[in-house]
């Protein structure tokens, strides 16, 4: 008899700070934020031209990662042992956004300089694109254009039960990661949350492979 696996529920990965993520959780809000702070000038660009050729007063946005945990999505985006990863139900989570007007949602597409010099790409694209260097953070962006006023910041509501897990950094000490782990399951409606530390660094299966133990 042919049997079949067990189909894997598709995630968007945010990785932040302990701090934004009691926010999103007391508040039950997630914030979209100015791409004028982003370090990659190149990307912020491309944002600021997106907002102009709208004609909007500004243009807020943020990025989640399709990709499977990597040492270089914690030492990028969070690099610090306040970061932590939000892991969403992708259905549930962009289904939120659905009604909402102005909002943009998509992948993340990858070009070389030459590519665009060649075949520049429309406005509406210009928020979801950038350098090929970049391709392996796998980004999912969410984008509002915000025609009411000049803002840095736009926060909507978003409901829990869309957060499937929640991961804590490979560099907070064990003492202060079940600190954390209380808290947050302090906070109402976040009790049955799984909350778990990464591995990534140090993980005792694969160090027993290396001196021929099992687990069996």
């Known amino acids: 008899m042919k ?3 067990k189909k894997k529920i598709p995630v968007l990965r945010r990785y932040t700070s302990l701090p934004s993520l009691l926010h999103i959780l007391r508040n039950r ?15 912020a660009f491309f944002l600021s031209q997106y ?14 990662s399709e990709a499977n945990e990597t040492y270089h999505h914690w030492r ?6 306040d970061g932590v990863c939000i892991e969403f139900n992708r259905e549930e989570f962009l289904a939120t956004f659905d ?9 993340v597409k990858y070009k070389r300089i030459n590519e665009l010099a060649e075949s520049p790409p429309s406005v509406r694209r210009l928020p979801f694109m950038k350098r090929l260097p970049y391709s392996d953070e796998k980004e999912f962006r969410l984008v509002y254009v915000d025609n009411s006023g000049e803002s840095e910041a736009k926060g909507f509501q978003i409901p829990l039960t869309c957060i499937q897990r929640i991961t804590l950094n ?8 079940d600190t954390v782990k ?3 399951r302090s906070i109402d409606g976040c009790k049955n949350i799984p ?8 993980n005792e299966r694969w160090k027993k492979s290396a001196i021929g133990e099992t687990d069996s």
């Open 3 to 5: 049997t079949t696996s």
């Open 76 to 81: 990028v985006f969070t690099g610090a042992s």
């Open 99 to 107: 009604t909402i007007p102005n909002i943009k949602k998509g992948a």
């Open 170 to 177: 490979p560099w907070l000490p064990n003492s202060l990661a």
């Open 195 to 202: 909350i778990y530390q990464t591995t990534l660094l140090e």
């Open 29 to 43: 809000q997630i914030t979209l934020l100015s791409p004028s702070s982003w370090s990659d000038r190149n990307d």
């Open 182 to 184: 209380a808290t947050i």
């Open 51 to 64: 907002r102009k050729r709208q004609n909007a007063s500004a243009v807020l946005a943020l990025c989640f």
